[in-house]
């Protein structure tokens, strides 16, 4: 898949990390119903491979859907048998290069200048910036736009709707939000609040005021 591409359109990935293997599922699927179309499935959740299989019966095989927390090549070979078409990364590592030589796209996570670089050189499609709050907070994305003009950044992190507003102001080629957007529906939370939420976060992506800025212009890649 063209996990960029699909980045720079939908501007938002949700990252689902349950307790609950049935109730994940139903997130995936009302997320999806909501028109939520990045979706990443982290594999620190229960069953999280289970979840992902039946979140890839669900979705059909059109349907962007990612593996979080890809750490290793067991990881990145687990997550492609289950049927994910994308790999997310909290580091970089061999599950950076094992998903990568499975075909598997890569949003890797990197922190530090010296971290981009090296994702860049095992050919991360997009960069996580994680924890990103921790990290500065969308002040940091605008410092990193000076040595790294138009690279495909993603924070994660601390990200609410605020956040994400403010992240895509500054230049972010999407943003990647779990808690301020799942809340508690992966454990078998409420799945209405879940709904209205994302259609929350949705019209925060989509709306003028959140157009990239310099830091997601350029370099396509």
């Known amino acids: 898949m063209d996990l960029l591409g699909a980045l720079r359109a939908h501007r938002i990935v949700a990252i689902v990390r349950g307790s609950d293997p049935g109730a994940s599922l139903a997130t995936v699927r009302a997320l999806a119903e909501e028109g939520v179309a ?10 999280a491979l289970d979840v992902i299989a039946e979140a890839r019966k669900a979705l059909g095989p059109g349907a962007p859907l990612g593996a979080g927390t890809v750490l290793t090549a067991e990881d990145a070979a687990s997550a492609h048998r289950a049927g994910a078409d994308f790999a997310v990364t909290p580091a970089l590592g ?14 890797a996570g990197v922190m530090t200048p010296t971290e981009i670089v090296s994702a860049r050189r095992l050919g991360a499609a997009a ?16 410092a990193l736009a000076g040595p790294f003009p138009g690279l495909p950044f993603v924070p994660v992190g601390g990200v609410d709707a605020d956040a994400a507003r403010a992240y895509l102001a500054q230049g972010a080629v999407a943003v990647g939000v779990g808690s301020p957007l799942v809340g508690d529906a992966a454990d078998g939370g409420d799945l209405d609040a879940l709904r209205v939420r994302a259609r929350r976060f949705l019209d925060v ?3 003028p005021d959140a157009d990239h800025g310099p830091a997601g212009a350029g370099e396509t890649r």
């Open 38 to 47: 990045l979706i990443e499935v982290s594999l620190s959740g229960r069953d």
């Open 94 to 107: 061999e599950g950076v290069t094992a998903a990568r030589d499975l075909g598997l796209p890569v949003l």
């Open 205 to 207: 992506v989509r709306t």
């Open 127 to 142: 960069l996580k910036i994680f924890p990103a709050a921790q990290a500065g907070g969308p002040g940091y994305l605008r």
